[in-house]
């Protein structure tokens, strides 16, 4: 059992070193991981699972703003604020980049972007 364990371990160390190598996460996750202790065990796991949480609301929201008949781009860019601030709270910073250049196409008012 205990070969497992450390088996599983180490397959979410190497998983976790590529997400890092392939840029979806930064050292924001490093300090985020940080902060978990044994008071605390799942703190990551809490942290993340709301992130998705709230991700999953947001995109939504992006979705039925991005459907109207006349887009309103500051509510969009006002949405992705906020998945930009959310994701970059919690070290996903390919989901980041990905808000940072929506919000420029936003600015533009250029809805095909």
Do not use: W
Request: charge should be negative.
């Amino acid at each position: 059992m205990e070969d497992a364990l450390v088996q599983l371990q180490r397959r979410l160390a190497d998983y976790t070193t590529s997400l890092y190598n392939e840029g979806f996460l930064d050292e924001q996750f490093t300090q985020l991981q940080q902060l978990q202790d044994e008071s605390n065990p799942e703190f990551v796991l809490e942290v993340v699972s709301l992130f998705f949480e709230d991700s999953e609301k947001l995109l939504n929201e992006l979705t039925n703003a991005l459907d109207q008949e006349t887009v309103d781009f500051q509510k969009v860019d006002t949405h992705v604020h906020q998945l930009k601030g959310s994701s970059s709270s919690i070290g996903a910073q390919r989901v980041q980049k990905a808000c940072i250049s929506f919000r420029n196409y936003c600015e533009e008012q250029n809805i095909e972007g």
